[in-house]
C-alpha cells in the first residue's frame, strides 16, 4: 500500500497553533477510525500521542489534538512551545491488519 | 511498567540474514499483539508487518513479504523479527512495538536495533 501523504515542514512562533495534514484513501484513513500519531525527536524512539483520530494517551498534553474529515487526517499543536519541534508521523490501520505510515513532518519553531 | 528490550546491533553482509529479539515486561504478554517498523537513516517510520503473541498469525507488507519471518516465544515473554537474504538498504533502526488492546495503535516502542548491511 502507499505511504499516507503528509507535508514535509510545517512551522509556527511560540504560542501559536500549527496543523499537519495526513491524506489517505478509502483503504486507509476514510475506511477507519484508527488513525494515530506519533512524535520523534533527533535520536529518539517514536512517542505515541494521538490514537483513534481523537484519543490522547495519559500523560500527552492537551495542546495535541487530532482530527479527520474524509480522506485527510490531522493533528494540531496548540499553544506552540519549543519542545514541539520534532518530527511527526501519521499511521493509519489499512485492513487485513496492516498498518501504513506517512512520509512525516517536520515541526520547526521560530 | 511496559518494557521492550530488544537485542543489540548488528553487522551483516549481503546476503546474509539477521534475527532481532524484543523481550516484553511488565503486562501479559499474550494479551497483545506486536508489530515490527523500521527506519532508514534520515528517512520515515516503515511498518513491516504483525504478529498475534495469541496464536502466531501474521501479516506483512508487501516490501518484505518473502524475506521476514515474524515469531513469538510466549514461555519468555519474547518477539523476534527474522530477516534474510540483506540487501544495502535494509540498513535500518529496527523496532518492536506492541500494539493496543482494542485497537491498532502502537503503543509501547522497543528502544531499536540498528542492522547494518555493508559488503
Given at each position: 500500500q502507499s505511504a499516507l501523504t503528509q507535508p514535509r515542514s510545517v512551522s509556527g512562533s511560540p504560542g501559536q497553533s500549527v496543523t499537519i495534514s495526513c491524506t489517505g484513501t478509502s483503504s486507509d484513513v476514510a475506511a477507519y477510525n484508527f488513525v494515530s500519531w506519533f512524535q520523534q525527536h533527533p535520536g529518539k524512539v517514536p512517542k505515541l500521542?494521538?490514537?483513534?483520530?481523537t484519543k490522547r494517551p495519559s500523560?500527552?498534553?492537551?495542546?495535541f489534538s487530532g482530527s479527520k474529515s474524509d480522506y485527510t487526517a490531522s493533528l494540531t499543536i496548540s499553544g506552540?512551545?519549543?519542545?514541539?519541534e520534532a518530527d511527526y508521523y501519521c499511521c493509519s490501520?489499512?485492513?487485513?491488519?496492516t498498518l501504513v505510515f506517512g512520509g512525516g513532518t517536520k515541526v520547526t519553531v521560530l | 511498567q511496559v518494557h521492550l528490550v530488544q537485542s543489540g546491533d548488528e553487522v551483516k553482509k549481503p546476503g546474509a540474514s539477521v534475527k532481532v529479539s524484543c523481550k516484553a515486561s511488565g503486562y501479559t504478554f499474550t494479551g497483545y499483539a506486536f508489530s515490527w517498523v523500521r527506519q532508514a537513516p534520515g528517512q520515515g517510520l516503515e511498518w513491516m508487518g504483525w504478529i498475534s503473541t495469541a496464536n502466531g498469525n501474521t501479516k506483512y507488507a508487501q516490501e518484505v513479504q518473502g524475506r521476514v519471518t515474524l515469531t513469538t516465544d510466549t514461555s519468555t515473554s519474547t518477539a523476534y523479527m527474522d530477516l534474510r537474504s540483506?540487501?544495502?538498504?535494509?540498513t535500518a533502526v529496527y523496532y518492536c512495538v506492541r500494539v493496543g488492546v482494542n485497537g491498532w495503535h502502537l503503543d509501547y516502542w522497543g528502544q531499536g536495533t540498528l542492522v547494518t548491511v555493508s559488503s
Open positions: 500521542i494521538i490514537f483513534d483520530v500523560g500527552v498534553p492537551d495542546r506552540l512551545q519549543a519542545e514541539d490501520f489499512a485492513g487485513s491488519y | 540483506l540487501k544495502s538498504d535494509d
